[in-house]
């Protein structure tokens, strides 16, 4: 059974996202205030765990890379994407 969000948990997502588009990087101390904001309330309190933040986190940066970077990995051609692989060390299963 899924449990459901904590409050806040979709604000959070919507700064994230927003502090990455302008280049913002934070750290784990960073990311608790941004998060103790949206929530209303600290880990400490109950507010939301530390589970909250991090996936939180993963999805703002998930769709940020998907608004930013998708369309261009998309529109990459077959030779170009095999390139990018082998020079990465994804070679595995990339069929030439």
Do not use: W
């Not at 934070?26 to 103790?36: G, K, S």
């Not at 993963?58 to 095999?82: P, Q």
């Amino acid at each position: 059974m899924t449990e459901p969000l904590s409050p806040g948990f979709h604000a959070l997502i919507v700064d994230l996202q927003n502090r990455l588009a302008k280049g913002e990087s934070f750290d784990n101390p960073r990311l608790n205030e941004i998060a103790e904001n949206a929530f209303g309330g600290t880990r400490a309190q109950g507010v939301y765990t530390c589970r909250d933040a991090y996936d939180a986190q993963e999805t703002a940066v998930n769709k940020h890379l998907l608004e930013t970077h998708a369309a261009k990995l998309l529109d990459i051609s077959r030779d170009a994407l095999r390139y990018k692989m082998k020079k990465f060390g994804f070679d595995a299963g990339v069929e030439e």
